[in-house]
């Protein structure tokens, strides 16, 4: 299997809720990667965050009870890391 890392933007906060009073937040580098000859999977495109230290858990805010995975990517940064990704 080939990795191929098309972007990169580094100094990324991502926040996954894991319960209705706390979420994972993890900091660390956003990247968009092509994944090509599994022997298992189809080819694709993954969106990432990684960093070298672990996540940590957070307090978070009351809400209508959803779960998400967030990745905040400022608007200009993020132009620029999807227009690289594409070429």
């Known amino acids: ?3 191929d890392e098309l972007a990169v933007l580094d100094d990324v906060t991502c926040t ?6 706390e979420k ?4 660390g580098k956003f990247s968009i990667d092509r994944h090509t000859g599994s022997y ?3 080819d694709d495109v993954v969106l990432t ?3 070298t230290e672990p996540p940590v858990l957070e307090k978070r805010a009351r ?6 995975l967030e ?3 400022p608007i200009a940064a993020a132009i620029r890391l999807f227009e690289t990704a594409l070429r």
């Open 40 to 42: 298992k999977f189809e």
């Open 49 to 51: 965050v990684w960093g």
């Open 16 to 21: 996954f809720a894991i319960s209705k009073d």
């Open 24 to 27: 994972l937040v993890l900091k």
């Open 71 to 73: 990745i905040p990517l």
């Open 63 to 68: 809400n209508k009870g959803f779960f998400r």
């Open 1 to 3: 299997m080939t990795f």
